[in-house]
């Protein structure tokens, strides 16, 4: 073979291997995957100015927070107010209710006692599994047996039921012999402020505040208690007032004497409304003070 022809070669096989070599050297880029976007949490802010009257405080729903996206947090707003002279503290839990999911707060979320004629603000943190919306959410206060309260978060979601105290002014006089009774005002309840106890979910409580005067002469006066009178119910039923040490003015009365603004308080049927009557006794003696009472 001639001298040119091996160069010829040798340059061809040079010229193989570089292009092998070239080849194995470039690869062909991946395709890059398409990212999904990850998922965001919708909050919505819910107005609930909402009241609810529950052994003897006000609880005060403010607004509610809902951040949720296949679940999360329900953060509540609200202030709890104590108009009593006495410390305060909530026994009935606030739980809230979606669906069939009746959520407590979490274990960050604390009640504190209210001072006496106190006011103090409350967080409370709820986590949920599973919910994408509040718009039917329901919080309730307290539990069965006893009167349980709701405020839902939106009107379509549920009817509120808060309590609130019913207030009256009333007129009407009776007397029994020498003891004189004039009627003035009344106020019904679901609770007992003074006891910091909510009521049976079949009992409210009627309170009436009147005036009581003795027209007799004795000098020692008359011993006014809880003998003196009872209540006749609608239905004609006949109650005594509550026996608990809060529920009675006891007063010793002198001759023509009128102590006012005594009280007497009486546990009757939650759907009790129409005409009752307060009954004047002394000795054998009874009068009938009639009054009506509407929800």
């Known amino acids: 073979m001639s001298r040119a022809l091996k160069a010829m070669c040798a340059n061809t096989a040079m010229a193989a291997i570089l292009a092998g070599c070239l080849d194995a050297s470039v690869s062909t880029p991946a395709p890059t995957p398409t990212r999904a976007p990850e998922p965001t949490s919708t909050v919505t802010t819910y107005q609930l100015g ?4 529950y052994e003897g405080l006000l609880i005060h729903f403010d607004q509610a927070k809902a951040t949720l996206e296949r679940g999360g947090t329900i953060e509540m707003m609200l202030r709890i107010e104590n108009p ?62 006893l009167h349980v ?46 006891w910091s106890q909510e009521l049976d979910q079949s009992l409210r409580v009627l309170t009436l505040i009147y005036d009581v005067t003795y027209t007799g002469s004795f000098a020692g006066g008359l011993a006014f208690t809880g003998d003196n009178v009872a209540l006749r119910l609608p239905n004609g039923t006949v109650v005594r007032s509550r026996k608990d040490g809060h529920s009675q003015s006891i007063e010793l009365i002198g001759s023509s004497r009128t102590k006012k603004d005594l009280l007497s308080r009486f546990e009757v049927p939650s759907g009790a409304t129409g ?16 009054f009506t009472i509407k929800d």
């Open 50 to 53: 909402t009241t609810v009257w």
């Open 84 to 145: 009593t002279a006495d410390t305060g503290e909530l026994d009935g839990g606030i739980h809230l209710i979606i669906g069939t999911i009746r959520a407590e707060p979490n274990r960050n979320s604390q009640i504190p006692t209210v001072p006496a004629n106190g006011t103090v603000d409350v967080v409370l943190t709820y986590e949920l599994q599973d919910v994408v919306s509040a718009d039917s959410a329901v919080i309730e206060v307290g539990t069965a047996p």
């Open 149 to 194: 309260g709701r405020v839902p978060f939106t009107p379509t979601a549920a009817t509120p039921t808060v309590f609130q105290p019913i207030a009256s002014t009333l007129s009407g006089t009776g007397a029994a012999t020498d003891l004189r009774i004039t009627l003035r005002r009344s106020e019904l309840r679901w609770d007992l402020p003074d």
């Open 275 to 290: 005409k009752f009557a307060l009954i004047v006794r002394n000795g054998g003696t009874e009068k009938a003070i009639p």
